[in-house]
């Protein structure tokens, strides 16, 4: 399951938005701190494709991928010398695979700001800092531990960690992310199991009114080298209490063709580089999530690993072809089924089914 974690500053709607996002209630008052334990929600991703094969199929169950969110304590100005509560929390979405970060650009007097006024870009950078001297603590303390190691003797992986993690504690001592220090294919090999928060892929979800959240001009106030997203949080809170019906008519009627849930979890899929296939069959329809340029053998390791191990070959539809097709039965009568071997490499919307050895 794909984990994110949601960072920002209190009061930017960042606790809000987790709750509009898993339709699951949170504190969200109006002050600091509100979020003292750190809340996690699993959330179904929209995927329509399998419910119109759940319905080709006469599908018995229906299964869609899920994204699970952490929602934090608000950070402050100081976080990692102890300042606020956010940074007890750190660790709750050190394990996370990516962040999301919610930036307040919208001005309302009811609603104060930690830090008395509406600056989206000083919001990033306060909380990027924060980030990176907390994995600055994290790294020279790796460090001290390695160089020890070091001494013992000269070990050429040792080395080569040694010399990564120094270029990483020299930016992050500069309030640079982690993920923005280039290294050798060896240095890399040595922390590539590390996980540091600034070298997490980041989402900017910025928390807009109402008239802007749908702007087709609208230009992210956090420039043009951080991903961002236009999202009023206050829409989302509201559709979250709708039923399917009511929610589709209120998206109707402010001209918008997807929730802001639905660009959130687009874009994460983006960052992260993953795709989706789908098996179906009268017993279940199912969506599975796999890495863009993952081969066919490894897609059906994540079925069971017995699969990968066991793999002869895959029967792939695309899912276009199978429901102009009308099913399996048309699409291989029209000479739409493929059948493709171990380097078959594996596209988003391929049905698929897997035939292995000894099944």
């Not at 300042?83 to 650009?105: A, P």
């Not at 220090?181 to 009114?209: A, S």
Request: with cysteine; charged share 30%; net charge negative.
């Amino acid at each position: 399951m794909l984990n994110v974690g949601i960072v920002g500053l209190p009061n930017v709607g960042k606790s809000t938005l987790f709750t509009a996002l898993t339709k699951k209630q949170v504190d969200c008052a109006n002050f600091p701190f509100c979020t003292i334990e750190p809340n996690v929600g699993v959330v179904e991703v929209p995927d329509a494709r399998v419910d119109v094969l759940a319905g080709m199929s006469k599908s018995q169950k229906l299964i869609k991928t899920a994204i699970e969110f952490v929602d934090i304590a608000g950070l402050v100005k100081g976080a990692h010398k102890g300042e606020g509560l956010g940074n007890k929390f750190l660790s709750n979405i050190r394990e996370t695979d990516m962040i999301v970060h919610v930036v307040r650009s919208f001005k309302n007097d009811d609603i104060i700001h930690v830090d008395g006024s509406v600056d989206p870009m000083r919001d990033v950078e306060v909380i990027e800092l924060e980030l990176a001297m907390a994995d600055h603590t994290s790294v020279e303390k790796m460090l001290d531990g390695v160089k020890r190691t070091l001494k013992a003797g000269k070990d050429p992986d040792v080395v080569n960690q040694v010399s990564a993690l120094e270029k990483w504690l020299a930016a992050l001592s500069a309030g640079k992310l982690a993920r923005t220090v280039e290294f050798t294919d060896e240095e890399r090999e040595t922390i590539k199991d590390i996980r540091l928060l600034t070298n997490k892929p980041i989402l900017y979800v910025v928390n807009v009114n109402e008239e802007t959240a749908n702007d087709p001009n609208w230009v992210s106030p956090l420039g043009p080298d951080r991903l961002a997203v236009p999202i009023s949080v206050k829409i989302e809170a509201e559709l979250a209490g709708l039923s399917s019906d009511e929610a589709r008519d209120m998206l109707l009627a402010l001209g918008m063709t997807e929730s802001g849930l639905d660009k959130v979890i687009k874009k994460c899929y983006e960052l992260l580089n993953l795709i989706t296939y789908l098996t179906t069959g009268e017993q279940e329809t199912r969506a599975w999530t796999i890495k863009q340029g993952t081969k066919a053998p490894q897609a059906a390791g994540v079925i069971h690993t017995d699969f990968e191990k066991n793999f002869i070959r895959a029967e792939v539809i695309s899912y276009l072809d199978y429901v102009d097709c009308d099913g399996e039965a048309g699409a291989r009568d029209k000479g739409k089924l493929r059948i493709e071997g171990k380097d078959y490499t594996m596209q988003d919307g391929d049905v698929c089914h897997f035939r292995i050895g000894g099944a």
